[in-house]
């Protein structure tokens, strides 16, 4: 073998290794840069819900029997910037600062400044607590703890030493103790231009701090967590019910009591016998803030389980300010049932239909399903067809003094319902006066309070808002019964519901005009051998 072909049989030899760390390198580097896309994108305040919902640590500190509690699982250094990337490009300033100034406010309330004290060291799950009857005052206000995490071993314990270095100097006394092996700093004092308050603190575990309104609450919480059948931690149908809730930012609990107080449910619902309470969950979708909840009873319920709704959605046409799709509001409107819809829902039909004779005859006799269209020009009623029967809304109709005749107009034929009533003035005589109109199609029959009403029917582009926030909210439920309310009415129907109140307040500002529209839904009850529950759905959308 002459020298040239020995040199030609090591050059592959050479290459080889050549090719396999070049091969690596760019291994490494497509590795490398997946890892940095991957981890940037999961920092993205778009991903701030993407996360399976359960209960924090500090839930074992909550007792199960709590007025309410709010268990907070995602970073809020983050809301912000989240709020920021959703909002429009024009409103992306205004969004940010707003989310902030709510964040802010919030740890305001236990007296704490986020960006000088909590930011550096704050952990992504915070939990409050709101204890009735427990102050030390004998004041009936709630108690409340407060228990916040920490990213790293020493975050907490640093806040912990100028939390009080800073409150001991604007004159708080304060008295270090042990309680159940854990050291408790207790004072009542504020800073400087602040009313003082009964404050108390306990570090567990280095990283997992709670801030209570005086020292007998944070002992509460420390006793309960000593006892697996009274906490939250242990309580297992919470736990499931927490899971079957999905994805969130946080999870909500309120007691009967409550319920009634704090969230304005009626008192028929609140105060019966069977009920558990409430668990439910918050979701940001983009520009639109979910909720799902389940209202939770101990035993089966008697009454007959509610069907679901039969939709009507695709014959839908008008102009609704509102829509609502109700099914079997006869049995809604029937004060002896005992089921919790009928307690819940049905006075607030009952409300709604007074003045209204002709509607309420119409509502009264059906079954289901009901779609309910509220409309400038007036209401519209889409029910199945002959569902309720002609003849017996008829009966009751002219019971109530009206008289049916048929009217033709742009090639259909109309029944429709007037009463004479007397013309005063010049003109003076009789006048018939329409109170309710009526027309067919194959499926379904239509009821307008107007013939102008009647005849957005054929307006199939007007319904369309309300029909895509249907679409929105009821894709992954089993609806009985739902709401579809645009802008105004939405604004008009959030300004009396103190909740709604308080996150304004904690905004610092109106934001009446960054709501753009709100859906509720009910889903048919579920039960099982444990008890029952009620599913709801709701979705708020910003702009």
């Given at each position: 073998m002459d020298k040239d072909e020995v040199t030609r049989d090591r050059r592959p030899m050479k290459a080889r290794p050549f090719l396999t760390a070049v091969g690596a390198a760019l291994l490494s580097l497509v590795l490398l840069a997946m890892g940095l896309i991957w981890t940037m994108d999961r920092r993205s305040p778009l991903h701030l819900a993407e996360q399976p919902l359960q209960l924090p640590r500090s839930a074992r500190f909550v007792p199960r029997d709590a007025a309410v509690s709010l268990h907070w699982l995602a970073d809020p250094s983050r809301l912000p910037a989240y709020a920021q990337a959703v909002a429009p490009a024009s409103q992306r300033r205004a969004a940010r600062d707003g989310a902030r100034a709510w964040r802010n406010g919030a740890f305001a309330l236990a007296g704490l400044e986020f960006d000088a004290e909590l930011a550096p060291w704050i952990g992504s799950e915070i939990s409050l607590t709101l204890l009735d009857g427990v102050s030390l005052d004998g004041a009936s206000d709630p108690g409340w703890v407060l228990a916040l995490t920490s990213r790293d071993s020493d975050g907490a314990r640093r806040f912990l030493q100028r939390f009080w270095q800073t409150r001991s100097l604007a004159g708080t006394d304060l008295q270090i103790s042990s309680y159940r092996g854990i050291g408790v700093i207790s004072g009542r004092g504020a800073l400087i231009g602040r009313d003082p308050q009964p404050l108390a603190t306990a570090l567990i575990d280095d990283d997992l701090l709670l801030l209570a309104s005086g020292r007998g609450v944070l002992e509460q919480s420390l006793d309960v967590s000593q006892l697996k059948d009274q906490h939250q931690l242990g309580d297992q149908r919470l736990q499931q019910n927490v899971a079957d809730l999905g994805d969130g930012v946080a999870v909500l609990t309120a007691s009967p009591a409550a319920m009634q107080r704090w969230l304005q449910l009626p008192a028929v619902l609140t105060e019966r016998s069977d009920l558990e309470g409430l668990v439910a969950s918050l979701r940001p979708d983009g520009a639109t803030l979910a909720a799902d909840a389940v209202v939770a009873f101990r035993d089966k319920l008697s009454p007959e389980p509610w069907q679901p709704l039969n939709d009507l959605s695709e014959t839908a046409g008008g102009r609704a300010l509102w829509l609502a799709q109700l099914q079997n509001p006869s049995r809604l409107l029937d004060p002896d049932d005992q089921h919790p819809l009928a307690q819940w829902l049905g006075p607030l039909l009952r409300s709604h239909l007074q003045g209204q004779a002709a509607a309420s005859t119409v509502v009264e006799l059906d079954d289901g399903p009901l779609l309910w269209q509220h409309q400038s020009?007036?209401?519209?009623?889409?029910?199945?067809?002959?569902?309720?029967?002609?003849?017996?809304?008829?009966?009751?109709?002219?019971?109530?003094?009206?008289?049916?005749?048929?009217?033709?107009?742009?090639?259909?034929?109309?029944?429709?319902?007037?009463?004479?009533?007397?013309?005063?003035?010049?003109?003076?005589?009789?006048?018939?006066?329409?109170?309710?109109?009526?027309?067919?199609?194959?499926?379904?029959?239509?009821?307008?309070?107007?013939?102008?009403?009647?005849?957005?029917?054929?307006?199939?582009?007007?319904?369309?808002?309300?029909?895509?926030?249907?679409?929105?909210?009821?894709?992954?439920?089993?609806?009985?019964?739902?709401?579809?309310?645009?802008?105004?009415?939405?604004?008009?129907?959030?300004?009396?519901?103190?909740?709604?109140?308080?996150?304004?307040?904690?905004?610092?500002?109106?934001?009446?005009?960054?709501?753009?529209?709100?859906?509720?839904?009910?889903?048919?009850?579920?039960?099982?051998?444990?008890g029952s529950k009620l599913p709801l759905h709701v979705r708020l959308d910003l702009g």
């Open positions: 020009d007036g209401w519209l009623l889409t029910t199945s067809r002959e569902q309720p029967q002609q003849a017996l809304v008829d009966v009751q109709l002219q019971e109530q003094g009206l008289s049916r005749s048929e009217l033709d107009g742009d090639g259909e034929r109309l029944a429709v319902w007037t009463r004479l009533v007397r013309q005063r003035g010049r003109t003076a005589g009789l006048e018939a006066q329409l109170a309710i109109a009526q027309a067919h199609a194959a499926s379904v029959d239509w009821w307008g309070e107007t013939l102008i009403a009647l005849k957005h029917r054929q307006d199939t582009r007007g319904v369309q808002p309300r029909l895509r926030q249907w679409q929105a909210i009821s894709s992954d439920a089993r609806p009985a019964q739902a709401l579809l309310l645009a802008a105004e009415p939405s604004q008009d129907l959030l300004a009396t519901w103190q909740p709604w109140a308080f996150v304004q307040a904690l905004a610092g500002q109106s934001m009446k005009g960054q709501i753009q529209g709100l859906s509720l839904v009910v889903d048919v009850d579920q039960q099982d051998e444990v």
